[in-house]
């Protein structure tokens, strides 16, 4: 499975909404859909899995969505600590694939 | 807290082989399929090798037949040996839980190690 992420960087000021897009090359099974966040000089972090449920400690302004193909994840108000990369990742058993990454900026 | 500390890493020559290990604590890890991931400077995260809670491995096709992981569990130890390293292997290689009990494959990684850095460099 190839894993599209749009748009490449995103550029948004603290406060604002992201909406992140991970679109899929073939449909994945129930939703066995991650998101990472992944802050300079740190390891990868699980932020929603199964598309939709967030890992415990993660605040509620992250949200999943989408199945099939299509899926997004939502910051409904950017925080400073929320600029960072976020990947996407397919866990539908191996090989367990990531996309290219979005990357969050400070406008 | 579920805690993961790799080692191992350094400056290799191409061909060379390297033995990474990770040492886990804070859950049973017997339990838990394990992960191997690598991310080259600048990219985006590679998995590169499963290793089910009995041993069991599959691993991604660049590193098939060069790369091989094993465990202790009455260590709470995992292994990584890298074998005919090639400068395209050059990365953090980060150790990740997986899933345990029914579909355990089928789970994302939940946690992660800080990363040990390879360098196949001549």
């Known amino acids: 499975i190839v894993l599209t992420q749009s748009p490449g960087t995103l550029s948004l000021s603290p406060g604002e909404r992201a909406t992140l897009s991970c679109r899929a090359s073939q449909s994945i099974s129930s939703s066995f859909l991650a998101w990472f966040q992944q802050r300079p000089g740190q390891a990868p972090r699980l932020l929603i899995y199964g598309a939709s449920t967030r890992s415990p400690g993660i605040p509620d302004r992250f949200s999943g969505s989408g199945s099939g193909t299509d899926f997004t994840l939502t910051i409904s108000r950017l925080e400073p600590e929320d600029f960072a990369v976020y990947w996407c990742q397919s866990y539908d058993g191996s090989p367990y694939t990531f996309g290219q990454g979005t990357k969050v900026e400070i406008k | 807290q579920v805690q993961l500390v790799e080692s191992g890493g350094g400056v290799v020559q191409p061909g060379m082989s390297l033995r990474l290990s990770c040492a886990a604590s804070?859950?049973?890890?017997?339990?838990?399929?394990m992960h191997w991931i690598r991310q080259a400077p600048g990219k985006g995260p590679e998995w590169v090798i499963l290793i089910s809670h009995d041993g069991s491995s599959k691993s991604e096709d660049s590193v098939e037949g060069r790369f091989t992981s094993s465990r202790d569990n009455a260590k709470n130890t995992l292994h990584l040996q890298m074998n005919s390293l090639r400068s395209e292997d050059t990365a953090v290689y980060y150790c990740?839980?997986?899933?345990?009990?029914?579909?355990?494959?089928?789970?994302?990684?939940?946690?992660w190690g800080q990363g040990t850095m390879v360098t196949v460099s001549s």
């Open positions: 990740a839980r997986g899933g345990s009990g029914g579909d355990w494959a089928r789970r994302t990684f939940d946690a």
């Open positions: 804070g859950f049973t890890f017997s339990d838990f399929a």
